[in-house]
């Protein structure tokens, strides 16, 4: 044993000639080390080794099938983080979701083009013919179609033109270029909503869901004929519910908004959800400088009511007051001493309001206990009673308050 080294030795049995050492230094020592023999030649080796082992799999035709199908069939996925939580998405699944309600869909809807004539005031009255292009839904087997009233009523009148009524409305159905020629079944203006039938049997009907519980956020696709580009889908999602929107006639509505794409023709199309259920009749888009992705359509639960009356009476019967009035706003009010509401200028003769003894000159209130600042809240509280039903108005005459109850009939 050297203690000089601190080392120890050993005299191999095998040969004696032959010492081995077991060092217990703390010191480090200098080995012998070689790049091409501890690290080059192992690499080489292993990657020659993978050759051999990949060539092979890729010469025997079930191996390879494995490898190749398993790599295609991986979908690409994206792990967003919420409430520390990380939840794979697939974008396979939009894709294949929108595929599937396509496909449902598309069957029933229907290009609509109308025929009609315009009438040039300002060279002499002369006539030319014109068409315009929009969507329906098909929801009947023999060939009721719904869409909207301003597809299929045309008319119009101004300083420089008029419009007639249509003079002729054909429809296409999807991946089928027979046409066929429509009617009119009934129209209404206030809800935008019309019914045409075509002579066909055997049509695909769409699928109405529930449009009440639509939710902010959820898949939304439109589909229709935007531009006259037949059977087109847009995608989007429910950006908003409820929203009251105003179309360039007027009319009020209680919509829904989307931002999938709704342009000219897509009116009267679908709006749908992912399980390809109609929630919506597309009707209307935001236009302008800045403005993109707002479209509305008409809450299909609330079209069941009038649909059916438009088919059945070709109109929508609902009770009316028979007055024409002016909103006393609060400078009004202040201006000429009045209540807030709504200041009768015009009585219809043989209406309920005349019946009931309201006169040019008196105040609305009130209906039904309820304020009515402006003709539009008393159209809502109307609009919710029956024809043959009692409404109670509270009327402002003279510098007195009286209560008048009138019974409500058909409108004209």
Excluded: W
Aim: hydrophobic residues 35%; aromatic residues 6%; glycine residues 8%.
């Amino acid at each position: 044993m050297n203690n000089e080294n601190n080392s120890f030795e050993f005299n191999s049995e095998s040969n004696p000639n032959v010492k081995i050492y077991a060092s217990t230094s703390t010191s480090k020592k200098k080995s012998n080390f070689s790049f091409s023999k501890n690290i080059l030649i192992p690499f080489l080796s292993g990657v020659a080794g993978a050759s051999i082992i990949l060539g092979t799999c890729f010469c025997v035709p079930s191996i390879k099938n494995n490898l190749i199908n398993n790599s295609a069939n991986k979908t690409p996925n994206f792990n967003v983080s919420s409430g520390g939580t990380n939840t794979a998405i697939s974008l396979a699944n939009y894709s294949g979701t929108a595929i599937d309600v396509a496909s449902k869909v598309q069957p029933s809807i229907v290009g609509i083009q109308i025929e009609y004539s315009v009438t040039n005031l300002m060279f002499g009255g002369y006539s030319s013919n014109a068409t315009a292009s929009g969507s329906g839904i098909i929801i009947s087997q023999d060939g009721y179609i719904l869409t909207n009233n301003h597809v299929v009523s045309s008319s119009s009148n101004s300083s420089y033109y008029t419009m007639s009524e249509a003079q002729k409305i054909t429809v296409k159905l999807y991946n089928n270029n027979e046409t066929y020629e429509a009617k009119i079944v009934g129209s209404d203006s206030q809800t935008d909503l019309a019914i045409i039938k075509i002579d066909a049997t055997d049509l695909i009907p769409a699928e109405l869901g529930d449009s009440n519980s639509v939710k902010v956020g959820e898949f939304a696709m439109a589909i229709g004929n935007p531009l006259g580009l037949d059977s087109s889908v847009t995608c989007g999602i429910v950006s908003a519910i409820n929203r009251e929107v105003t179309d360039e006639d007027g009319n009020k509505y209680v919509a829904i908004q989307t931002d999938a794409a709704i342009n000219s023709g897509n009116s009267g199309g679908a709006l749908v959800n992912s399980e390809g259920k109609v929630i919506g009749i597309n009707t209307l888009k935001l236009s302008g400088n800045g403005v993109e992705g707002i479209g509305f359509a008409i809450p299909i639960s609330s079209t069941l009511e009038i649909t059916q009356q438009l088919i059945q009476y070709n109109k929508v019967l609902r009770p009316y007051i028979g007055i024409s009035g002016r909103d006393v706003t609060e400078n009004l009010s202040k201006k000429y001493n009045y209540p807030i509401g709504i200041y009768i200028v015009k009585i219809e003769e043989f209406s309920s309001a005349e019946i009931a003894g309201l006169k040019i000159g008196d105040v609305i209130t009130a209906a039904d206990g309820t304020t009515v600042p402006t003709m539009d809240k008393l159209n809502e509280i109307k609009n919710t009673h029956n024809i043959g039903d009692d409404m109670v108005l509270t009327i402002f005459r003279n510098g007195e308050t009286r209560d008048i109850t009138l019974k409500l009939k058909e409108s004209n």
